[in-house]
């Protein structure tokens, strides 16, 4: 059921995401395709009507900002509808994307972190001092597809790294969220991003599609417009049920990626090893922070144990799916 329209407001809207927006950079450079002679601003009137579709819908909207400042009919036509606002800068933002750890982090506001595995690796002090700043930590890997056996090994070390720094501050007192370890513990089934399921993007051109990523990749991949609707084709793809290695899996955590499925596997609803790998060692590092919580006194008496397991990919044990 859709529950979430996300508008971007400008081309180069910055990405809160594994994928690259034009504004920001990449290695190696990311072409983009297709939108040439754009006016890089959604139009007002466009905007208008966006809001007026999640409005008809009953849809939360989620408004993603351009590092530069909009004119002010825009702030009244977005100040006339209920709404988050995801920025690159701290001002007046719900949600603040950082695409370095270089950068100065905002205070009391929730953070998405855009970094890639060699950053992280070698800072993950600074990634740790980040959650003395936020409430919400979202670390976001946006070249997961790379990972190697060596890269897995690492990551679990970072993660270990983490998991103390959110431990010493729950012995604190505090209730640090982040992510990669905070979320798994407090759920009981999959919690994904839900892109072509319960959420849509509006780009500046009119035009729906599954998520801003699938719109910077192929401007031609939209999946209806504002004077038509939505058309997704194989609807049911996007949905959990129809995902046949992701229904089976506990790792409840992960973001179960579709444009990133598609990259690596061609198939919305099919996972890389990778981005398996990456979210089970995600889930075991949380098991193992949710049982040195314990130690130190009750902590969330509700939720069951996270079971140990003996593989990192679910594929692995596809002779026990019932």
Avoid at 216 to 233: C, P, Q, W
Avoid at 284 to 313: C, M, V, W
Wanted: aromatic residues 8%; proline residues 6%.
């Amino acid at each position: 059921m859709l529950q979430y329209l996300i508008i971007l407001l400008d081309e180069a809207s910055t990405s809160f995401c594994r994928y690259t927006a034009p504004s920001q950079p990449s290695d190696p450079p990311t072409p983009f395709r297709g939108r040439k002679g754009s006016k890089e601003l959604i139009p007002i009137e466009t905007l208008r009507q966006g809001i007026r579709f999640g409005m008809t819908e009953n849809l939360m909207i989620q408004f993603v900002y351009p590092d530069k400042k909009l004119p002010d009919e825009y702030a009244e036509v977005i100040e006339s509808i209920d709404h988050s606002k995801i920025k690159p800068v701290k001002d007046n933002a719900d949600v603040w994307v950082m695409n370095a750890l270089a950068e100065a982090a905002p205070v009391n506001v929730p953070i998405v972190l855009r970094i890639g595995k060699k950053e992280l690796f070698e800072n993950s002090d600074d990634a740790c001092s980040l959650l003395d700043k936020t409430p919400r930590l979202n670390i976001v890997l946006t070249d997961i597809e790379t990972f190697k056996e060596e890269d897995f090994a690492a990551y679990k070390e970072v993660l270990g790294r983490l998991s103390q720094k959110v431990e010493q501050m729950y012995v604190e007192g505090k209730a640090p969220q982040l992510n990669l370890l905070t979320d798994r513990m407090m759920l009981s089934q999959m919690n994904n991003c839900g892109a072509g399921d319960t959420s849509v993007t509006l780009a500046p051109n009119g035009k729906f599609y599954v998520c801003p990523a699938f719109y910077y990749e192929d401007e031609a991949d939209s999946i209806g417009d504002l004077e038509h609707g939505l058309d997704i084709r194989n609807r049911q793809l996007y949905k959990l049920e129809y995902a046949p290695i992701c229904r089976h899996c506990d790792a409840w955590q992960c973001k179960r990626c579709v444009w990133l499925n598609r990259k690596t596997t061609l198939e919305v609803n099919t996972p890389s090893h990778e981005q398996c790998v990456v979210a089970h060692l995600e889930r075991n590092a949380s098991r193992e922070l949710l049982q040195n919580i314990r130690k130190h006194g009750t902590f969330l008496p509700e939720q069951g144990e996270i079971k140990e397991i003996d593989y990192l990919a679910p594929f692995d044990k596809k002779d026990t799916w019932q």
